[in-house]
């Protein structure tokens, strides 16, 4: 298992574990993991596979939690919490039931959703979540070229 809790900023809190999950140590994380995705409706539970580049797929939970409110006008602090393990082992957690059925494991089943560690070490092309060109590739300027993504690079 692996736990990751953020802000609503993006900023991180705590993280633990992260067995051969990628964690980038600067930046953000990527903007496509269900962590992002739970401010929009706190207090439920969103289940979702994702894969890495490298093929790698986890089943990922997350939620908000609330945390103290200082005054009455003050908003209370929300963060969310991401906890995640292999998708091999979606049989053996509840939540592993809210997937589509499919064989877990098998990279290519369309039921999981590509992420990348973090932006600026993300090579995944045409992704519309980008913030960040990514420090390995340069950039694809290119005036008379429309991509998907702000940032285009070349391959």
Do not use: W
Not at 58 to 71: D, M, S
Not at 83 to 95: N, P, Q, S
Not at 122 to 150: F, H, I
Request: proline share 10%.
């Amino acid at each position: 298992f692996f736990m990751l809790e953020v802000d609503n900023a993006g900023n991180r809190f705590r993280k633990a574990g992260s067995q051969g999950y990628p964690q980038s140590r600067f930046g953000g994380g990527c903007p496509k993991l269900p962590i992002h995705a739970a401010f929009s409706q706190p207090g439920q539970i969103l289940v979702e596979a994702v894969e890495m580049p490298d093929g790698a797929e986890f089943l990922c939970i997350a939620r908000t939690l609330e945390g103290p409110q200082g005054a009455f006008s003050e908003r209370p602090r929300r963060t969310a919490l991401l906890l995640g393990c292999d998708i091999g082992f979606r049989d053996e957690i509840v939540y592993g039931a809210a997937l589509p059925a499919g064989s877990p494991g098998k990279p290519g089943q369309g039921f999981a959703t590509p992420v990348g560690p973090a932006c600026r070490l993300c090579e995944r092309a045409g992704c519309l979540a980008r913030a960040e060109p990514p420090v390995t590739r340069p950039l694809g300027l290119d005036e008379m070229v429309t991509g998907l993504s702000a940032f285009d690079f070349q391959g």
